[in-house]
Structure formats: C-alpha cells, structure tokens
C-alpha cells in the first residue's frame, strides 16, 4: 500500500495530536502508535444506538443520511454520522423502511412496524402519517420511482404491495398474482421503472413489468424462497441479485429474474443487499455475520468486519457520490467504513522510538533509532528495539527466516536478539524486536535490517542502520565498564606474556598509550585503581 | 543397696556412651571443606624492624591470583608504632605488588598486588617489613575493605579472615 514520503512523516509526527484526534486522513499510511488505518475496510461505529432497521442518503446532499431505529424513530446526519439528532415529531418510533424522494430529497417516507407509512416534507422535522388506503401497516419495504417520485410503493407483511401516485395521499394494494402476501424486500428498474421486483416470505421473487397491475413469480433456480434483500444492477437492469434469509445465499439473475443462479455463499441470513453504482460488480450484503463483500458479481464473497463490533447486519447504504463510503445499520448502532473499496490487505509499517521507518529508509537517524549512536568494539553493545505495526485490515505474515534479517557490509556488528512473532495480528497489531549493536572496529559501521512479509508493495521492508564503533576505554581491559583489580590481573598477565589478549584488549591494556604493555601499564592501572 | 548402686552406674555409663556416640555423629555432619582463608600474622619486631607475614590457606576458584587493601581513603589497613615510610612489601610465590600507599592518610595503608602466574592455594603472598617506631606496633586488615580475585579473574566472595600466625 502506498507510503507517505518523508515530508510526510515529519508532517504527521509534528501533529500526532492533532492527528490522533482527527483520526488521521484517508489514505495516510502511517500508524502512528500504530493505529488502524481509516480507509482498509476497518468499520468505526458513529452511532446512533440501537437497532437500526434502515439507513438512507440524500441522494443530492450524500452528507445527510438517516437512521431509522426500532423503537427509536429516524435520526438524521448532516455532517456524515459525525453527529445525529432525533427528528422523530408525529413519527410512530418502531422504524422498519426508509426512502427518499430522489427529486425533492427533503420528502421523506417511513414505513413502520405498525403504524404505516409516515411522510416528512421538510427532511425529517416533522412526520404524518400517509394511510389512507394502506391494506396493512406493518411496512417493511419501500420503494419510489425514480422517474416518477409521485409513484411509491409499500411492501407490507401481509398485505402484499400497496402502491401511491400521489406520494401517500392515497393507497391501493396491487397484489394480482403476488404468490405471497408477505413483502421483505422491493427493487424498481431504473431504466423502466414500472418494472418492479418483490421479494417475499416465502414465495421467492414475483415481478411485474406493468407497475404493479400483475405480478408473476420468477423463481427458477431460486432454491431458497424466503428473500429478505433485493438490489438491481444500475447499469444492466436486468441483471439483480436476491438475498435470502433461509439458507443465506445471495442468488443473482441476468435475465430480469426468468432464472438465478447462486455464487459462492456467504456467512449467514441475508439482511440488506448493496450495488456499488460506479462499479456494479461490486455488491455488500448486511447479514447476522457481518458484511460480505464481492467484487466478481457475487461470484465469491468475503466477510469485511474489522472493527464491526457487532455483526448482526441488519441495513447498509453506501455514499452514491464517494461509493467507497459504506454505512452499515446494526442491532448495535451505526457503523462506518470510508474505503471499503479497498482490499483486505495488511500495512507493514516498522516504528522506532514510536517513529515510523519509512520502507528503504537509507539514512539512519537517532529520531528513529536506526542510528545506535557509539559503542566500544568488541566490548561495548547497544541494544535498540523496534515494533513492527500492522495498520492494515488483514493480518500480517512475517515470512522470513529469520523474520528480520541482517544485511551489508557491516552485518555481523548488528544481531537481532529477540526475533518478532508471526503473524502480526490486524487493525494495529505490533510485534516487537531487538537489535544489538555490538562493533567489532572502529568507525562507522553500517548494515541493512530486511523483513519478508505479504504486504505486497512493501516486501521485502527495509531499512538502513548505523552505529560508530568506538575504542574501548584504558584500562578497562574485561570490557564491563569497571576498571578494578581484575583489570589489573590481566594486564599483568598480557604484560608478563601469560596470556596474548584480543586487540581490543591490549588497546585496553596499555594504559600509559605509549603503544605496549608492560609491568609499567600493570603498576599504572593499578595506582589508578587505587586512587579512583 | 549394692545392686541398686551397680545398676546406677550402669546407666551412668551407658549415657556417657551415647553421648560420646552423638559427639562424634555432631562432629562428623560438621565436617565439611575449609573455608579458603587470608591470614594476616602478628607483627613480629626483631630490634628495631618488624615484619607481617599475609597468606592463604585452602583458597578456592584455584587460588587467590590478586588482592586489594582498600583504596586510598578508604585503606583495609590500620596500624600504629610503624613509620610508614619504611614500609617495603615482598611479593611471595610469583606475587608483585604493583602499588601501595601507606603515607597518605596517617595509620592507614592501601596495597594491590597480583600473580601474573599460577594462583596461590596455600602459601605465604607477601611479607611486609618495616621500622617501629613505638612500643606496641600492630597492623590489622578489615576484611570489608579487602577484595580477592581467582586464578579465573574472577571475585572471590567467600572467605575468612584469620589474623593468627602462619
């Protein structure tokens, strides 16, 4: 996934607060702290609580959505579910459907459980009920016209399909030929709109071409006939999708629902169907599981639920001017995921000192502790910790081995003493490891660290390290940092020829630098031992 | 009366014996390996000079390699009636002294001194010979302010300090 430059970096280190509190930009590939990353199908709950039993978008003004709750009415976001207010004024609470007039999306309608229909004309502020000629009033579904907004239709359970020409002022039920009364779900051709689509109970789809004067079924490889979801391709109407609630399998038909044919199946009882409009291939099903995604015509399904704390699905909606902005309606309040058209793939990103290491990173700094400053050859080590930070919506794989790995031309002065653990748990999982800086001469001393992981544009990772190896200091000839009489013994041993010593320590041991070691050295290093 | 008498003894005996028994047992349980120990001898004054002897008995981690008497301000060494500035020290079995300081602070003494060679188990190190200058001079060692060091370059925690003649 893509990286921020280094501009970038100190750009957000500069303004962690104020990033943390924003939540970070979309598209920003810095965990820093390792957070999750906004904008990999990670789901962020706005609110509000309760049931959701609908969701729908100002179509005009994507910004504005609204929520409809059971027992809790209709809330109302004008700033993208940042905030919401209850508008619920004449409005029955138990909240079962939602449509918007596409041409005055100010018009509201509202079907309940049993109350009927409500109809707001000014976005919610107030409601009315709109029944006259309503056969049933538990409203499940509802459905308008897109070229003709007058023209709604109400899928009611029990009393089949009630349709209005006059936006609710009156109710006629249009159920010749319905199989079942039932009606969970309802789909209008965009292009033709007096073709309509009901799904029902038990009696599978029925389809009318004639706005709902006839009705006949269109059950042919339908092996499941409870359908609770119906969604129609935008840009192929003939092609739509049917989500049933017996088994849970979301059926699809390219032929205006003669026949269906069923793809990969998903999780569970299918709750609400979703089309993407730019990409019609591209479908999100709400089930008691989760949310499924496909991006091959519901050919094959995978479940995108990270941060989806509850996954009894029961609506969704998505942003028809930013598609990649889904919403999802829950037994637990309202969710929200601002890149599900991402792919379900891990961010590797490699921190230290809680700075983040951009991948190929050649210049190794103390900010990041990729420089690990100054350290005695042979006798001095320096140990720096780093955390590997998975921001992604997948889990990642470390898939070394070792999982880090030392390289250039300095590699054997840096070993990794504590190795991180695979796999690296998603939405901003770490592991952790530790590399010892232990120079064995003087000067800069550089290696290379690399990490193989399945993050696919950033695999390997790698970066640059640096530390200066340093002479270690007189006298200290043992090197643990105390110059005492141990130190003394030995350079009377170096100095009386019973023992060779390492370069470093006859460094160490000629303690007056005049370039040997002798009993001089021995008798110094032990004055000074004494007189501290 | 006279077997009464014979039967008190007997008993008498026999818990004397048991006694001596348990004595013995007590005696064999606390037989264990010595302690490996730094002596410091007596001052022992011929005329006008005097000298201490310092050794080690059954010093373990292969034997004592090198020994510190505190540092200057903070000397393991204490002593009186001897002129510091006469103070000369002889290494013993392959031991040199590598510094003292016995003039510094009045009374008090430093020394280091090692082994470049084999460690000493048991066996006389160093022998310090002096001038007195007084009637009683002593020179005593506190064990707190000594450090040894194996034949392993290494600490050596555990010992006792003996001030009894070698």
Known sequence: MVRTTAVQKAWLVGLLAVLMASHASPGSAVGIGCQPLLGSNVWTSIGPGGSI?????????????????????????????????AINTGLDPYVEALAIDPATPTTLYAGTYSGGVFKSTNGGKHWSAVNAGLTCLY???????????????????????????????????????????????????????????????????????????????????????????LVIDPATPTTLYAGTYGVGDVFKSTDGGESWSVGSTCLSEVNALLIDPATPTTLYVGTFAGVCKSTDGGESWSAINTGLTDLDVLALAIDPATPTTLYAGTNGGVFKSIDVGGLQLPEVDVQGKGVSIVNGDSTPSAADDTDFGSAGIATGAVDHT???????????????????????????????????TSPVASGGGTAMFTVRFNPSALGVRAATISITNDDADENPYTFSIQGTGMPPARGDIDGNDVVD???????????????????????????????????????????????? | MARRNWRLMAVLTGGVAVSLVLAACAGFWNTGPK?????????????????????????????????????????AITFSDIDPVSVAIEGKNEFVVLAQDFATNPGKGTLLAATPGTAVVAGEILKLVFKITGPNPTLTVAKSKVTLASDSNAIISVWNLSAKAY
Request: aromatic letters at 6%.
């Open chain 1, 386 to 420: 780093f955390t590997i930070c998975n921001a992604g919506a997948a889990r990642l794989s470390l898939t070394g081995s070792p999982r880090v790995v030392m390289g250039g031309a300095h590699a054997s002065d840096f070993r990794v003493t504590l190795q991180p």
């Open chain 2, 35 to 75: 302690l490996g120990t730094l002596v410091v001898g007596p001052v022992v004054v011929t005329g006008p000079d005097g000298y201490v002897r310092i050794s080690v008995t059954d010093m373990r981690e292969g034997g004592l390699a090198a020994i510190q008497l505190g540092i200057v301000g903070d000397e």
């Open chain 1, 485 to 532: 009489m141990l130190d003394v013994r030995i350079c009377l041993q170096i100095a009386a020829g019973y023992v060779t010593g390492t370069p470093e320590q006859l460094y160490a041991a000629d303690f007056d630098g005049d370039g040997d070691v002798d009993l001089e050295d021995a008798r110094a290093l032990a004055g000074y031992v004494i007189r501290p």
């Open chain 1, 139 to 229: 409203v499940l579904a509802l459905a308008v016209d897109p070229a003709t907004p007058t023209t709604l239709y109400a899928g009611t359970y029990g009393g089949g399909v009630c349709k209005t020409t006059d936006r609710g002022e009156s109710w006629s039920a249009v159920n010749a030929g319905l199989t079942n009364l039932d009606v969970s779900a309802l789909a209008i051709d965009p292009v033709t709109p007096t073709t309509l689509y009901a799904g029902t109970n038990v009696g599978g789809v029925c389809r009318t071409t004639d706005g709902g004067e006839s009705w006949s079924a269109v059950n042919t490889g339908l092996t499941d006939l409870c359908v609770h979801a």
């Open chain 1, 53 to 85: 039993r609908a969701l729908a978008i100002d179509p005009a003004t994507p910004t504005t959505l609204y929520a409809g709750v059971s027992g809790g009415g209709v809330f109302k976001s004008t700033n993208g579910g940042e905030s919401w207010s």
